[in-house]
């Protein structure tokens, strides 16, 4: 187990800058979601950390050691990538110990780790089945086994359950997260699914264009995002973001939307009278029938998910979506009237996008 520093870390390929200085500190043990975007430069971050890319400018430490100048091998880092890449022609036992025979482990040694790995991803009844005997699931997670024997300081994952299908791919991330749990390696994870990320990481890491737009727990960067973008990338259905100008409403601090009605906002919100802003409302924040700040619109689209229901209906000339209990009686073309609760309303400035 090791910590892993980035000290102002660039990368260009030629004259396209692609990282434009991320510094990050992850702590021993820590599991860390690296999240944005797709081609806001995720998996060059975490090559450069694992050593198969070279690093432009900054420096990589891991354990406290500078790295830039190690190989990969030396590094002592695994990873796990979206495609498995296991050998086909060898059996799940021969793909995760191959690693360590290459390394000039003793045979017994090998099958010890191996057997543990197997024993902890649930492999044991499959050691002896080639890659095409096995399922999905079960291939990912000989890849993670592959990785795990080598007992490395710091876990690197590349986008590990893109190729699962969505039921799969839930299951395999409880996996991960149980895995962490045992063996609290160093891991970095790079996704670009917000629930993944969520639901895995101790802190998360929202990169945008090859910047790191803010680093939060889970619940810091729902509650707190620093701006519009986490804003918007955080949360699920995405928050309903309307324009607006700062205004008063009965002595109170508003915001006069586009069709004249007025949303107030909590008063410590740092705004003045007349600024450009944009509020975000998050879909599972309406109340139904709720009497602050309420609003009311046309509802276009009813969802039943089950537990919960998505209502999309029409505000402002937008489409927005609340997220209700399962029992609420919406329906197609009926009048949606909801309300929400003035501390529960972000307000952004509308020009530079960051939280006021
Ligand atoms: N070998 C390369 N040569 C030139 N540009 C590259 C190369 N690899 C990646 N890029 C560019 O760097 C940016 C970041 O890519 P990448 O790290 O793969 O993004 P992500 O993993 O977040 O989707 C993209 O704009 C991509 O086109
Ligand atoms: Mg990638």
Do not use: W
């Not at 592959?146 to 710091?154: L, S």
């Amino acid at each position: 187990m090791a910590s892993v520093e980035l000290r102002d870390i660039r990368k260009s390929y030629g004259v396209l800058d692609v990282i434009h200085g991320v510094s990050l500190s992850v702590g021993e043990g820590e599991f860390i979601a690296l999240v944005g975007p797709s081609g806001c430069g995720k998996s060059t971050l975490l090559r450069m950390i694992a050593g198969l890319e070279e690093i432009t400018d900054g420096e990589v430490l891991i354990g406290g050691k500078v790295v830039n100048a190690l190989t990969p091998r030396e590094r002592n880092i695994a990873m796990v990538f979206q495609s498995y890449a296991l050998y086909p022609h060898m059996t799940v036992a021969e793909n995760m110990g191959f690693n360590l025979k290459l390394s000039g482990l003793s045979k017994p040694e090998i099958e010890k780790r191996v057997d543990e790995a197997a024993r902890m991803l649930a492999l044991t009844e499959l050691l002896d089945r080639k890659p095409s005997q096995l399922s999905g699931g079960q291939r990912q997670r000989v890849a993670m086994g592959r990785a795990i024997v080598r007992d490395p300081a710091v876990f690197l994952f590349d986008e590990p359950l893109s190729n699962l299908d969505a039921k799969l791919r839930v299951q395999m991330r409880t996996e991960i997260k149980a895995l962490h749990q045992k063996v609290a390696t160093t891991s970095v994870y790079v996704t670009h699914d917000q629930i993944e990320a969520m639901t895995l990481a101790d802190r998360i890491v929202v990169l945008n264009g090859g910047r790191i737009e803010q680093v939060g727990t889970p619940l810091e960067l729902y509650r707190t995002p620093a701006n519009l973008f986490v804003a918007g990338f955080i949360g699920s259905p995405a928050m309903n973001v309307l324009d607006g100008t700062v205004d008063a409403e009965g002595g109170e601090p508003a915001v006069r939307l586009s069709d004249g009605s007025a949303i107030r906002i909590a008063p410590e919100r740092r705004v003045r009278r007349g600024q450009a802003v944009k509020i975000g409302l998050r879909p599972e924040h309406f109340i139904a029938d709720g009497a602050t700040n309420t609003i009311s619109g046309r509802t276009l689209l009813v969802e039943p998910t089950g537990a919960l229901t998505h209502v999309l209906f029409e505000f402002a000339g937008e489409q927005m979506m609340a997220v209700l209990n399962q029992d609420h009686p919406a329906y197609h073309g009926a009048i949606f009237q909801a309300g929400i609760d003035r501390r529960q309303i972000y307000v952004f400035d509308r020009t530079t996008g960051a939280a006021l």
